[in-house]
């Protein structure tokens, strides 16, 4: 099975910290993706990768930036955490070629006071 | 512009009974439209799919069932049990698969 790993399960941050949140897939996924999830607004795309150094913009990128400097891991970074930025974060991967939908991972509560 | 709407938001059933939960989308290019279920402190797992060229689709408990003119699919979840509680979310990609959208989330609680 394809797992995707994301590094923390709760992470508690202060307003104006520079955040790290990591993911890891283990099975030559192409492309990898941000959401953040907050109730009654479901899952919003932040950014996505197709491949290796390649980015994209979602719907929400504002205050976000991301990294993949290895194809198996793709960071979210929030440059000054604000407190609107508390949510749940998710990443999630996929291999195009196999015509099946995302894996995801457990998810990041991220809290920001 | 949300390309994938999902209804209704929440939902509550009994033990027992279906539930049915409903999606619609405009773009004629999406070609295949999973259902993801997510437990509390989970990510989203995929539970069924179905691709335009049928009009149903079962597993188990589980159906899919497709209306391509109406571009409206919905979940189906017969004989409801207290741990199908969970968020059901929909969704559609076209042919290459690069990238799906999603609908909004429907918080489902099946009361014993």
């Known amino acids: 099975d394809v797992k995707v790993t994301q590094s923390s399960r709760y992470l508690v941050k202060r307003t104006g910290e520079k955040v790290f949140l990591e993911c890891v897939q283990d099975m030559d996924h192409e492309n990898m993706f941000w959401y953040r999830q907050d109730p009654g607004l479901g899952l919003r795309l932040i950014y996505f990768s197709y491949d290796v150094k390649m980015k994209e913009k979602g719907d929400i990128p504002e205050g976000y930036s991301v990294s993949r400097e290895k194809k198996e891991r793709f960071s979210l970074i929030l440059e000054s955490a604000s407190t609107n930025q508390t949510s749940m974060y998710l990443c999630?991967?996929?291999?195009?070629?196999?015509?099946?939908?995302?894996?995801f991972g457990s998810g990041t509560r991220l809290t920001v006071v | 512009q949300q390309q994938v709407k999902q209804s209704p938001q929440s939902l509550i059933v009994q033990k027992g009974g279906i539930s049915i939960i409903n999606c619609a989308y405009e773009?004629?290019?999406?070609?295949?439209f999973p259902w993801y279920q997510q437990f509390p402190g989970k990510g989203p797992a995929l539970l069924i799919a179905i691709r335009p060229d049928v009009s149903e689709k079962k597993e188990g408990r589980f159906t899919i069932s497709f209306n391509k003119s109406a571009k409206q699919f919905s979940l189906h979840i017969m004989d409801s049990q207290p741990g199908d509680s969970a968020t059901y979310f929909c969704?559609?990609?076209?042919?290459?698969?690069?990238?799906?959208?999603f609908g909004s989330g429907t918080k489902l609680n099946v009361k014993p």
């Open positions: 999630a991967s996929s291999f195009p070629a196999r015509r099946v939908g995302y894996t």
């Open positions: 969704a559609a990609s076209s042919h290459n698969f690069n990238k799906f959208y």
């Open positions: 773009n004629t290019a999406f070609d295949y």
